[in-house]
């Protein structure tokens, strides 16, 4: 026992002498150092200075290393709290990191790191893209996603340029853009009165999702986001709360569908949270929103072309404009940044042609 006692001392002691060897010879380095560099002129300084900058390993959490799946994690996941912290809605927020992290896989495959692309890089991969059989307009939608993903990396210093000014954005090809007429509302209506249910209240809950759309001009996420909470029936309005482009509304609805969101409450004896739910009781899907909104459209046979659940928000701004109400409150009830995006409701459509005709 004593033997073992007096062998773990001399080897602590010798572990302490290597240690202050390396000590001792790290600062005879460290002052040679800078004894040679206090010889250097100041340019050759700048230029050791930047040399060893530009090539130092960044140390920090949400350096992508290799590429490594969990490191693209934590650059997804910063993505989306720089996003949250410029006020983008929830589904700006997801479009936008789900189109990174492909861009990121896109790189990974082709054994690129971040921090090492180029922009023929982006070249390839945005071409990609556009073979996939996607809308000019999707297009472009893909082309922002990556030109602010891109000015996201290099203002948090992940590369050392910034690409967006050599992303040309094409110019955006405006649709045609379809909505209901008279004639359409009626049928749907018929047909949501007349259908046979597949189960309990769903007649009434579809009837709710259409008059939402071509009375208040609801969007997609909208639907889904909206509680009873944010509901006055006293008042016939709804407040709309961090919608696109994180902006906030108030609209308004008719004695009509005032009574209907009271006869759907009483029936469902839901008076909190989600408005509009599934089948299962849980709030409404994206998916289950359009197949209710498509399948109304074909068997009430209507369905066209270009026909679409945004369609009814198409055809409440159309409204609105036969109505004589004027530009800009068209602008606010519809939620719009611009008041160039109302205006496109306010040109001619198919209509007004066959009327000036006909």
Known sequence: MKYKNTMNNKMMNKSNNNEQLANTIRNIAENSCI??????????LIKIYDFLNNNKEENNDFNIKNGS?????????AYKNYLESQNKANTTINDYSNEAKKFIEYLEKG???VDRIVVTDIDHYLSKRNKC?????????????????????????????????????????????EILSDYDIKKIENYLNDRKEKYKNENLRDSLIFY???????????????????IELDDCSIKIFKSKGGKSRKVY????????????????????????????GK??????????????????RIYRANLTLHSLRHTFADRLRGNGIDIETTRKLMGHSSIETTAIYFHSNQEDLKKAVL
């Not at 939402?212 to 909470?229: A, M, S, T, Y």
């Open 69 to 77: 799946p969990k490191d693209t994690g934590k650059v997804i996941t």
């Open 283 to 300: 709030r409404i899907s994206i998916c289950s929103l359009q197949n209710i909104i498509t399948k109304a459209y074909r068997e009430s």
């Open 212 to 230: 939402l759309g071509v009375n208040c001009g609801l969007r997609r996420q909208e639907f889904i986001n909206l509680n009873w909470e944010d």
């Open 133 to 177: 059989n996607i809308s000019n307009n999707t297009y472009i939608k893909i082309i922002n996603c990556i030109r602010s993903f891109l000015k996201f990396l290099f203002l948090r210093e992940y590369i050392k340029k910034d690409f967006t000014s050599l992303i040309k954005i094409p110019r955006r090809v405006e649709t045609l853009k």
């Open 111 to 113: 054994k690129k790191l």
């Open 35 to 44: 004894s040679m560099l206090r010889l250097l002129p100041e340019k050759d």
């Open 253 to 280: 609805f008719s004695n009509k569908l005032k009574d209907l969101l009271l006869k759907y409450r009483k029936v469902t004896g839901n008076y909190t949270s989600a408005v509009i739910r599934g089948s299962h």
